[in-house]
């Protein structure tokens, strides 16, 4: 009697369908875990972008505008006028100040706090970016340098103020300045990375709207461009 070859052919039946089950369920294994690994990084891609965007981004904090400039023939100089009109934490704007100057190249004397990048990259209330007080408005110009206070020392400034928060901690890191601009233990407690005296300046022409910004993780900038044509000769 010939032997059949039936059993022989179940067997490689079933090796075959184990096989297959097997290399799907590996498959399966590794696309699942392809899924998972591109998952997590696109969110960890999503996730430094924000930091990124966190670090590098900036706020607005006031505006000025030449709202006046005359020539004096007599002191051979440039008589100006600016409008400053300062802007507090949630962009809204606060009372304008003006002030006159003999010249147009004027400065802004400010405090400016940095704080950790660790409070900027997760977008902290309170420390999320770069705080500043403006303390003057000036204009050197050796025995007949000209000065305006924009907020007292040690108040707590208008344009940083952050709604619905509580203040103590403001009132504290303005209070303290001079302590943690030359105590590095002070500063390390409250998660300040540099504090300091800056003055950026320009000189501020008629036809130009100044935005003065505070950078995330830096200190303050002026930006110029020029007004937009339709508003130009107009008296509004």
Known sequence: MEPTSKP??????KVTRI??????????????????????WLEEARILSKIVERLSADSRIAEVLVTKSEYDELAQKVETTIKFLEYDAA???????????RGNVIQFQSLVVRFEDKWVKKGDKLRGRSAYLFLKAFVLN??????FEITPAREIPAGYKVPQVNSEFENKLWENFW???LNPNARKAEGIKNVQIEAPGSIFVPGTIYTLRIEHDGGIRIDSQP??????GEHL
Do not use: C, H
């Open 8 to 13: 022989n052919s179940t067997v490689s039946a």
């Open 19 to 40: 096989f297959n089950i097997a290399l799907m369920v590996v498959i399966a294994a590794i696309l699942l875990s392809s899924a998972v690994w591109i998952s997590r």
């Open 91 to 101: 962009g809204n704007p606060l009372p304008a100040k003006y002030f006159t100057f």
């Open 142 to 147: 050796g025995p007949e340098t000209q000065e």
């Open 179 to 181: 302590d943690y601009a």
């Open 227 to 232: 007004l937009p044509e339709i508003v130009k």
